[in-house]
């Protein structure tokens, strides 16, 4: 017994000694002199702002710094400390960092070229994780990155003004990368989609949208060696056919927004990841109809379709989807009778400026109660508002203006819906007094106007009185 809690003692008293080597002198004066050199906002900062070479925390310790058990610093994270000009480049202690595993200087302001003593310290060594995303560093990289270690396997350079041609970067960077995310830059070239699906074995997310890009795909069906695929975002990306992402078996987010594709939407696409999509944006671009018959995916809850020219039935999405965007189309027909029943659960639903005619659907009113956000404006819609709207407690946002819809304005618009911030009921063909709640005094006549036989606050026409309306009818 004594000696159980003599050798508990040995090992759990000494076990912070052990583990706390302590910060390794060249690792502190390293990272003070990278302080030395960095401009950052001090009053943004909270960790950079710590580093002391008077303090009595060790630099192990230090914000945004982790250590091995050697003390050798394996982790700077250094993200949103409102650090601005170019990234420092005195080779001291970039080579004093080779131990680096991450890093991370995201979301400041750095501009410049990444320097290439960052570079050829660090990718030859241990990094794995590089992120500079979100600043302002322009110029080539291809040439900079050269010798990247097989370790290096997520790298997000997005959201800045790098340069140069894609293809010749891409070949220096191992085949180990699991994420790569490059959009927002300015890289130029085209771009064979299954040579970077069949070197990148290993890829878990591909972004590539809005460069200067053209990306297409060789072959009908991309190559499936690659196991792991879970999302291909090519927004912007000048293509003009869509690639067969059927045997992306683990695909769950794939956006082709912004992009030159047209004709049918094949009916595959929604078998691609094995059935387990979940996000699908194919907004912005020309296609016509969808393939039948198809079969949403029962997963999806983002398919974002809007501004193409879909024509025909509107399509029932999945029970589960959460924000649905079909506006901008010309589908020319009425919104399905029971399509309120499986918006149950979604929160967004747009449908505007799309030729659709018929009646609001009571399904909707009814039963698609989780709505924030329902824009029906700028089509044909006829009759009248149901006074069941009053259900839709969660509604933010209504816009069913430019229609020509009729009746009266339901008492329960204004009672029921007490989250109402945006409402548009303009130009339709609605009539009688608008009602003077409460929750409706923060709405302007912009909400109201244009129809004829609307009266009442916040518009300037008086209704008339109730023995007129008698007499006029
Ligand atoms: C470092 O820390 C000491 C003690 O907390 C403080 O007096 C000193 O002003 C700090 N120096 C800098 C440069 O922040
Ligand atoms: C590449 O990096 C390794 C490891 O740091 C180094 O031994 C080798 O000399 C480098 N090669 C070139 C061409 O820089
Ligand atoms: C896609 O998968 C199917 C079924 O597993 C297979 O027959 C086909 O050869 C695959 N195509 C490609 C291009 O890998
Ligand atoms: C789809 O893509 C467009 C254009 O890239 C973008 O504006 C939109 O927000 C995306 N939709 C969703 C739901 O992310
Ligand atoms: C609303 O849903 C209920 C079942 O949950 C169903 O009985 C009813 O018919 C639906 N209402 C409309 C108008 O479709
Ligand atoms: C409602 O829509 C009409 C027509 O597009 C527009 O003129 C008006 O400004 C909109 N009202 C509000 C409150 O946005
Ligand atoms: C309201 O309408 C009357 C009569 O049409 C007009 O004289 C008056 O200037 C209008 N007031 C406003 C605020 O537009």
Same mark, same amino acid.
């Given at each position: 017994?004594?000696?159980?809690?003599?050798?508990?003692?040995?090992?759990?008293?000494?076990?912070?000694?052990?583990?706390?080597?302590?910060?390794?002198?060249?690792?502190?004066?390293?990272?003070?002199?990278?302080?030395?050199?960095?401009?950052?906002?001090?009053?943004?900062?909270?960790?950079?702002?710590?580093?002391?070479?008077?303090?009595?925390?060790?630099?192990?310790?230090?914000?945004?710094?982790?250590?091995?058990?050697?003390?050798?610093?394996?982790?700077?994270?250094?993200?949103?400390?409102?650090?601005?000009?170019?990234?420092?480049?005195?080779?001291?202690?970039?080579?004093?960092?080779?131990?680096?595993?991450?890093?991370?200087?995201?979301?400041?302001?750095?501009?410049?070229?990444?320097?290439?003593?960052?570079?050829?310290?660090?990718?030859?060594?241990?990094?794995?994780?590089?992120?500079?995303?979100?600043?302002?560093?322009?110029?080539?990289?291809?040439?900079?990155?050269?010798?990247?270690?097989?370790?290096?396997?997520?790298?997000?350079?997005?959201?800045?003004?790098?340069?140069?041609?894609?293809?010749?970067?891409?070949?220096?960077?191992?085949?180990?990368?699991?994420?790569?995310?490059?959009?927002?830059?300015?890289?130029?070239?085209?771009?064979?989609?299954?040579?970077?699906?069949?070197?990148?074995?290993?890829?878990?997310?591909?972004?590539?949208?809005?460069?200067?890009?053209?990306?297409?795909?060789?072959?009908?069906?991309?190559?499936?060696?690659?196991?792991?695929?879970?999302?291909?975002?090519?927004?912007?990306?000048?293509?003009?056919?869509?690639?067969?992402?059927?045997?992306?078996?683990?695909?769950?987010?794939?956006?082709?927004?912004?992009?030159?594709?047209?004709?049918?939407?094949?009916?595959?696409?929604?078998?691609?990841?094995?059935?387990?999509?979940?996000?699908?944006?194919?907004?912005?671009?020309?296609?016509?109809?969808?393939?039948?018959?198809?079969?949403?995916?029962?997963? !999806?809850?983002? &398919? =974002? #379709?809007?501004? *193409? %020219? $879909?024509? +025909?039935? @509107? /399509?029932?999405?999945?029970?589960?989807?959460?924000?649905?965007?079909?506006?901008?189309?010309?589908?020319?027909?009425?919104?399905?009778?029971?399509?309120?029943?499986?918006?149950?659960?979604?929160?967004?639903?747009?449908?505007?400026?799309?030729?659709?005619?018929?009646?609001?659907?009571?399904?909707?009113?009814?039963?698609?109660?989780?709505?924030?956000?329902?824009?029906?404006?700028?089509?044909?819609?006829?009759?009248?508002?149901?006074?069941?709207?009053?259900?839709?407690?969660? !509604?933010?946002? &209504? =816009? #069913?203006?430019? *229609? %020509? $819809?009729? +009746?009266? @304005? /339901?008492?329960?618009?204004?009672?029921?819906?007490?989250?109402?911030?945006?409402?548009?009921?303009?130009?339709?063909?609605?009539?009688?007094?608008?009602?003077?709640?409460?929750?409706?005094?923060?709405?302007?006549?912009?909400?109201?106007?244009?129809?004829?036989?609307?009266?009442?606050?916040?518009?300037?026409?008086?209704?008339?009185?109730?023995?007129?309306?008698?007499?006029?009818?």
């Amino acid at each position: 017994m004594v000696i159980f809690i003599y050798w508990s003692f040995l090992l759990f008293g000494l076990l912070p000694f052990v583990s706390a080597a302590g910060c390794l002198n060249d690792q502190k004066s390293a990272l003070l002199s990278l302080k030395n050199d960095l401009t950052y906002d001090a009053l943004v900062s909270t960790k950079l702002v710590g580093w002391n070479q008077s303090t009595s925390v060790e630099c192990c310790d230090w914000g945004g710094v982790t250590c091995d058990e050697s003390g050798h610093v394996t982790q700077l994270n250094l993200n949103k400390e409102g650090i601005r000009g170019p990234i420092p480049s005195a080779h001291n202690y970039w080579e004093g960092l080779k131990n680096l595993q991450y890093l991370n200087l995201a979301y400041n302001s750095l501009d410049g070229n990444i320097p290439k003593s960052l570079l050829i310290n660090l990718l030859p060594s241990s990094l794995e994780d590089l992120d500079l995303s979100n600043n302002r560093l322009s110029g080539q990289i291809h040439n900079l990155f050269i010798n990247v270690s097989s370790r290096l396997r997520n790298l997000d350079l997005s959201r800045n003004r790098l340069e140069g041609p894609l293809t010749e970067f891409i070949l220096k960077l191992p085949a180990t990368i699991s994420t790569l995310a490059l959009s927002a830059n300015k890289f130029t070239g085209s771009v064979e989609l299954d040579m970077m699906v069949a070197k990148f074995k290993e890829l878990y997310a591909l972004d590539l949208s809005y460069n200067h890009l053209t990306v297409y795909a060789k072959n009908n069906a991309l190559p499936s060696m690659n196991t792991k695929l879970n999302s291909l975002m090519l927004a912007s990306c000048k293509m003009q056919q869509i690639p067969d992402v059927r045997n992306q078996s683990t695909l769950k987010m794939l956006d082709l927004s912004y992009n030159e594709l047209s004709g049918e939407i094949p009916n595959w696409i929604w078998e691609s990841g094995n059935g387990y999509l979940r996000f699908l944006n194919l907004s912005h671009n020309r296609f016509s109809s969808l393939q039948k018959p198809y079969t949403f995916p029962f997963l !999806l809850d983002v &398919l =974002d #379709l809007h501004s *193409n %020219m $879909l024509q +025909g039935d @509107i /399509p029932v999405p999945p029970r589960r989807v959460y924000i649905l965007d079909y506006s901008n189309n010309y589908f020319k027909s009425a919104i399905p009778v029971g399509f309120g029943n499986v918006l149950r659960s979604t929160l967004y639903f747009s449908i505007s400026n799309s030729r659709v005619v018929g009646v609001i659907p009571q399904s909707i009113t009814r039963n698609a109660t989780s709505l924030r956000f329902l824009d029906l404006s700028r089509n044909a819609l006829t009759g009248p508002i149901d006074p069941l709207i009053g259900n839709m407690k969660d !509604l933010g946002s &209504l =816009d #069913l203006s430019v *229609n %020509m $819809l009729t +009746g009266n @304005i /339901p008492g329960q618009l204004e009672t029921g819906l007490t989250s109402l911030s945006f409402l548009n009921l303009s130009y339709n063909h609605l009539s009688g007094r608008i009602p003077q709640g409460s929750n409706f005094q923060k709405f302007t006549k912009l909400s109201f106007e244009g129809n004829e036989g609307l009266c009442g606050p916040p518009i300037n026409k008086t209704c008339p009185h109730a023995h007129y309306a008698v007499v006029g009818a």
